[in-house]
């Protein structure tokens, strides 16, 4: 047997191990499916699998976990554009303050963008609505009959009903300790002229000082009758 004819022979066989055509016999000249050189496997379209490296990303990601930036759309709580919020459907009532975006709270946004009558800031009324945006209701000393002959200024209606005093006549935080809430605010009625032991209940004339809830003229008690009290003492005269 030739060189040649054994060389032949061996190449035969190895192709047969291989299971790929020799070119020969019944072949048509390709490959076998699936073999390198080869088109695809049937039933694929020779891609790799969606997702996979050097397939597409899944679908609304870039690839990496990431957002992929779309039309916004207001006001839906989903963050469409990727800027890490959802855009706010403005001002729609007229108010010129914008509804309230997730995470966000009045003073900055509206609390009830389809009433143009609340905003932050609103006046207050007695509706049972959270006119002004502070998250209370009817809070104003004028929905509280417990308020009834104090100033509004001063006073402040509860969730309870129950009537208090802001320290300062503008907040909402109710008196120290050790004040009365009046009409004037929060005054000790141990000291205050204008409400000396209780309130409304003011000195005259007769006295120019009130300690331990009384009034004095100077460091006596208040004068007697209509004698008026003048740098601490009685200015003279008697009843009757």
Do not use: W
Not at 66 to 77: L, Q, R, S, Y
Not at 202 to 209: G, I, M, S
């Amino acid at each position: 047997m030739t060189k040649q004819t054994i060389l032949a022979v061996l190449c035969v066989a190895a192709l047969a191990a291989a299971g790929c055509d020799d070119g020969g016999g019944d072949s048509d000249g390709g490959t076998t499916p699936g073999m390198d050189g080869g088109g695809p496997p049937p039933g694929t379209d020779g891609g790799p699998p969606p997702g996979t490296d050097g397939g597409g990303p899944p679908p609304g990601t870039d690839g990496g976990g990431g957002c992929v930036p779309t039309f916004e759309i207001c006001g839906d709580h989903i963050d469409q554009n990727c800027d890490g919020r959802d855009t706010s459907c403005g001002n729609t009532d007229g108010d010129f303050f914008d509804a309230c975006r997730p995470g966000e709270s009045p003073p900055a946004c509206d609390c009830d963008d389809s009433d143009p009558t609340i905003y932050p800031g609103g006046a207050e009324s007695c509706n049972g609505k959270d006119d002004d945006c502070d998250g209370r209701i009817d809070e104003i000393a004028a929905c509280c009959p417990a308020c009834a002959g104090m100033t509004e200024r001063a006073d402040v209606c509860t969730e309870a009903g129950a009537c208090v005093c802001s320290t300062e006549g503008a907040g909402d935080a109710p008196c120290a300790a050790g004040l009365s809430c009046c009409s004037s605010g929060c005054v000790d009625t141990q000291t205050d002229f204008g409400n000396c032991g209780l309130c409304e209940s003011a000195c005259t004339n007769q006295a120019d000082t009130c300690s331990g809830g009384t009034c004095h003229c100077g460091t006596g008690p208040a004068c007697d009758c209509d004698i008026m009290c003048v740098a601490g003492a009685c200015s003279g005269g008697g009843c009757g």
